[in-house]
């Protein structure tokens, strides 16, 4: 029983951890293989999977990691690139954070 309880607060300690994350999708984009519509999203890192949620609640997977960067950003900045005549999103570093993610 003792496990258990142990089990379930390591648990909990982790998934307290994962930090969630605001950002605007101005055009339809590809974060890693999903697709988003215009519209903001709330995005939660855990290992290397990134859960996106609209303003719906509808939940998209993608492959993402976080990545500390050497200063603290000023402004939510989405970064994307155009191939294929598709827009996609590279990363995302967040206002007043030193993390970014990096969609893969």
Same mark, same amino acid.
């Given at each position: 029983m003792i496990k258990y309880l142990g089990l379930f607060a390591l648990l909990g300690a982790s998934l307290a951890s994962?930090? !969630?994350y605001h950002f605007t999708v101005l055009?339809?984009?590809q974060a890693g293989a999903a697709q988003l519509k215009p519209g903001d999203y709330r995005v939660k890192v855990e290992g290397s999977q990134a859960i996106?949620? +609209?303003?719906r609640g509808h939940e998209i997977?993608?492959?993402?990691k976080i990545e500390t960067m050497d200063h603290k950003a000023h +402004? !939510?900045?989405?970064?994307?690139s155009n191939a +294929? #005549?598709?827009r996609h999103i590279n990363s995302?570093?967040?206002? #007043?954070s030193h993390e970014k993610v990096v969609f893969e």
């Open positions: 994962a930090k !969630t055009d339809p984009s996106l949620q +609209d303003n997977a993608a492959t993402a +402004d !939510t900045i989405v970064s994307s +294929d #005549g598709q995302v570093e967040f206002a #007043g």
